[in-house]
Each structure stands twice: as structure tokens, then as C-alpha cells.
T-cell receptor, first 111, second 116 residues
Framework: EDKVVQSPLSLVVHEGDTVTLNCSYE??????LLWYKQEKKAPTFLFML????IEKKSGRLSSILDKKELFSILNITATQTGDSAVYLC???????????FGGGTRVLVKP | GAVVSQHPSRVICKSGTSVKIECRSL??????MFWYRQFPKQSLMLMAT?????????EQGVEKDKFLINHASLTLSTLTVTSAHPEDSSFYIC????????????FGPGTRLTVT
């Protein structure tokens, strides 16, 4: 059975701190891993990672994939209160296009 | 950018009634749409994959007669919760796959269903 596990479940930081979120997976026919940010409504897309070792960056967010060790990390530097959200990772397989989501990491950034 | 809408955003219904939720891709064509449900403080669970012009594929444990899915056009899929019960109360989210970008999915804003 395909598994996507995120850690930690939740964390509380102060503005300016750096956070690192983890996502490990066990899936057959892996194609890509995606990161989403979910505030009060539906998830918004952050990154899609397909190749190992290539960092993707968007402002203060960055992410990298390790296909040998089967995990990805999402980094947020200089956190702001607006970064408070649940961060979800999901994997998509080579055949078909279903997303399998991890349980999410709830991040709270305090002023 | 790709926009997916859902209607209604919030609905309250009585036990035993049916509720229809619409999912539309506004500026792209979607041959495939996905329906998820999300319970409070939990992650998204895929319910079914909806393919335009064919029957939906349901995930294990999801009753197809209870959650009716219709994908009649390249921009519209509907989910009907039939004979709703309080345990069906949840946040229902659809996503759509752009026909031109097969591995990206765009999420709708979700529908919060409360069954009393």
C-alpha cells in the first residue's frame, strides 16, 4: 500500500525562524512529489519535484527531493505570520494521476 | 492561471436529503477531475476519479451509490451525496487536471457540507 508520511505533525515558531518540514514516501512507480499550502480553504500549489537533488525555490520557500532515500524537505526561511498554514505533500505515480496525500504539518508562526 | 470553482461553498441539509456539489474548471479543459473529502484536522482523502464521458473510478471503501459522480463535459463534474447522514458532514474538495499539463492538479475552494 502506498504511504506518505509527514513530520512533524505540528510546530510553533516565532517570526524570523526557519522551519524544515519532512515528507517521506513509499510508493510504487513514483513520478513526482508535490507540496501544497492549505489555509482555510483548498490547497494551493507550491512545488512539484520530479528529479533528485535539484532544489526548487520560490521566495523564502525551497524544496528538494531525494529519490534514493525517498523523502523531500520543504524549507521556509525568515518565517512570517502569513506562513501559518497546514503544509501537505502528495505523491503522484507514473501511471494514472491520483495524488496520495500525507497527513500534513500544521505550522503556526507567532509574532 | 488555472481556476477551479465549486458551488455551493457551504451547504446545510437535513438527514435523508440529497445534495449536489458542482466543480468547474473556468479557463481550461479537464478530462479528469478528482473528488476528495477532508475531516477536521485531517488530510485529504481521495474519494473518486471522474473522467469526462465515462464512469467514475471510486476508491476502496467509497460507496458509489451514495456518492454519485457525473462528468458530463470537459469543464464540469458534479458530486451528489444521496440520502445524506450526519456522518457525511465534511469538507469536499475537487481538483481538475489540465488536459495540457497532465501531472498538475488545480484545486477548487471546497464545499463544507453539514448534515443535521
Amino acid at each position: 500500500e502506498d504511504k506518505v508520511v509527514q513530520s512533524p505533525l505540528s510546530l510553533v515558531v516565532h517570526e524570523g525562524d526557519t522551519v524544515t518540514l519532512n515528507c517521506s514516501y513509499e510508493v510504487t512507480n513514483f513520478r513526482s512529489l508535490l507540496w501544497y499550502k492549505q489555509e482555510k480553504k483548498a490547497p494551493t500549489f507550491l512545488f512539484m519535484l520530479t528529479s533528485s537533488g535539484i532544489e526548487k525555490k520560490s521566495g523564502r520557500l525551497s524544496s528538494i527531493l531525494d529519490k534514493k532515500e525517498l523523502f523531500s524537505i520543504l524549507n521556509i526561511t525568515a518565517t512570517q505570520t502569513g506562513d501559518s498554514a497546514v503544509y501537505l505533500c502528495a505523491v503522484i505515480k507514473a501511471a494514472g494521476n491520483k495524488l496520495t496525500f500525507g497527513g500534513g504539518t500544521r505550522v503556526l508562526v507567532k509574532p | 492561471g488555472a481556476v477551479v470553482s465549486q458551488h455551493p461553498s457551504r451547504v446545510i441539509c437535513k438527514s435523508g436529503t440529497s445534495v449536489k456539489i458542482e466543480c468547474r474548471s473556468l479557463d481550461f479543459q479537464a478530462t479528469t477531475m478528482f473528488w476528495y473529502r477532508q475531516f477536521p484536522k485531517q488530510s485529504l482523502m481521495l474519494m473518486a476519479t471522474s473522467n469526462e464521458g465515462s464512469k467514475a473510478t471510486y476508491e476502496q471503501g467509497v460507496e458509489k451509490d451514495k456518492f454519485l459522480i457525473n462528468h458530463a463535459s470537459l469543464t464540469l463534474s458534479t458530486l451528489t451525496v444521496t440520502s445524506a447522514h450526519p456522518e457525511d458532514s465534511s469538507f469536499y474538495i475537487c481538483s481538475a487536471r489540465d488536459i495540457r499539463l497532465p501531472y498538475e492538479q488545480y484545486f477548487g475552494p471546497g464545499t463544507r457540507l453539514t448534515v443535521t
